[in-house]
């Protein structure tokens, strides 16, 4: 028992191998054939047994009508009775699969001949070449398809399709597809690209391109960033970078293909069409700054700085745009036969609107460059160094800057082109000329230094000068204080005295005035006083001769009482007491006559004090 339950699994496995070839052998050896999920049948019939169409007609290989040969139908997955396998051989294939980002490229085994001059079979109905029968019906063409089949699975019968997997076309990013198509009609004369078509699909429907009159070739449209389903053998496709035209620049168009425009320029300007845009020349409007998707095989873009332009006549020295690189310094020649080098920079700036102008006459900067700033502001140089001397050429720098700044606009205004400014640089003079300048030079600044040193001397003297003039500073302070204070004395003096005669002379004015009136007063008090005077002299005189009569009649009276030699006697005792003379006892007196003797000392006496009174007046 434990012997043939020991021998029990490996008699399953013989049943189970008898089933698999009982299958594959036996049932198909009874005309059953099983076609799996997965797989397709693809049937090849060996010989005819009963029918009008043995062999297949000549030039074909697959069968329509029941011929010996590849079947065109093919057996989808299921159970198939009456396929003997001395008639029929069914071969089993996998199902035909398209992975994302890939395509099927369809080649027909069989079918009508392609026409002359094309090179791909045109789309047919056939469920997407599921069904050769169908295909062949519907006049499908030998060869290479046009149509093509995308990411999925397919029944596909591979007796009468090969199927060649290819990758779907990206355009990056900041790129555009040009496209070259492979079939279509001949380029027209004189053109260098196809015309635009419509109803293709960005040329993933090459039949629906071909049957609206697409030509072969280069064609204008571009493809933009994205995924296409383009049949590369149809159409071949180049990505390149989007057209830039950056920031401070304008893009000037010269498209190569349209219709033939008029130029709009008109006849002052004869150095080439410029035309209204999507015309065949250069079109009068610009590009600004930013992205395009053109297609440079049929249209070119040349950038334009609108900037300033600085152009460098000098070696190794170069801007950023590269204009200038082939420019070199400026050999002249001067009136006295030296030849000496020049470096010269040039600043220009081509304005936006004239941009298609200036295109038009050179076909791009560099050539504006070579063939007209080049030869103009070189050539200038020359000719105007040769009327001086190198040693007044360097002297006259500046107002031979000026000079060539306005020579150089006028020549430009011509090519439409502003000058902005003429600059000089280095200047070489020969190595002769500059040895004898560096002489001169040294000799002056020898000279210099002696008249510096000359100078310090002089300034070291004043500084002793003027040190010991600070010395005295003091005294020459208090000085100077004592002169201002004197000068502000003398001229308060001098204030003062004009002060005091003016008040002199309101002082003489009043006094004049007062003495005028003082002497009117006096006038009149003299007048007053004489008449006083006047009336009392007249008083006087009234009482003298009144006093005098009476005196005189005392007198009269008295001489009659004594005699007159007594009455004088008397009178001059009167005097004597009078004035205070001393008679006694200084007087002596003496004579015979006792009267006369008195008389004559009082007389004496009288003499001698009015002479002492006088001596001492």
Known sequence: MDKILYLLPFWWILVLGIIIVFYRYFLKYLGIAIVPENKIGVVTKKFVLFGANPTLPEGRIIALNGEAGYQADTLPPGLYFWYWPWQYNIQLVPLTNIPPGMMGLIIAKDGDAIPNGKILGKRVECKNFQD???????????????????????????????????????VQQNTVGIVTTFDGEPLNSGEIAGEEVKGHGNFQNADAFLENGGNRGLQNQVLLAGTWNINPWFAEVKTINMTEVPIGYVGVVISYIGPEGQDVTGEAFKHGNIVKKGQ??????????????????????????????????????????????????????????????????????????????????FGSVESLVSQVLEPTIGNYFRNSSQKSDVIAFLGERSQRQEDAKLHIEAVLKEYNIQAVDTLI???????????????????HEQKATFEIKRSAEEQRTEYEQAKAVANMQERVVETHQNVEIAKNQAKAAIEKAKGEAEAMKVTADQNV???????????????????????????????????????????????????????????????????????TPDILVSGSNEAGGLVQALLAKLLKKSEQESNND
Not at 139 to 160: D, V
Request: aromatic letters at 6%; one cysteine or more.
């Open 280 to 361: 065949k020349g250069v079109w009068n409007t610009t590009l600004n700054p930013g992205k395009y998707p053109i297609n440079t095989f049929t249209t070119k873009v040349v950038c334009v700085p609108t900037t300033n332009i600085v152009l460098n006549w000098a070696e190794g020295k170069t801007e950023a745009h590269k204009l200038d690189a082939h420019l070199s310094t400026i050999t002249v020649r001067s009136s006295d036969g030296f030849r000496f080098n020049l470096d010269v920079s040039q600043i220009i700036h081509v304005p936006a609107m004239e941009a298609p102008k200036v295109i038009a006459r």
């Open 132 to 170: 050769a029968r169908e295909f062949l019906q519907n006049g499908g063409q030998k060869g290479r398809q046009t149509a093509f089949i995308t990411a999925g699975s397919y029944r596909i019968n591979t007796a009468m399709f090969e199927v060649v997997m290819h990758e779907v076309t990206h």
């Open 425 to 443: 640089g280095d200047i070489n003079p020969p190595p002769e000329l500059m040895q004898t300048l560096t002489e001169r030079k040294i000799a």
């Open 513 to 583: 005035e007062i003495t005028k009136n003082q002497a009117k007063a006096a006038i009149e008090k003299a007048k007053g006083e004489a008449e006083a005077m006047k009336i009392t002299a007249d008083a006087k005189a009234q009482q003298i001769t009144i006093e005098g009569k009476a005196t005189a009649n005392a007198y009269a009276d008295q001489i009659k009482v004594i005699n007159e030699e007594n009455l004088t006697l008397l009178k001059a005792v009167e005097t004597i007491a009078n004035s205070g003379v001393k008679i």
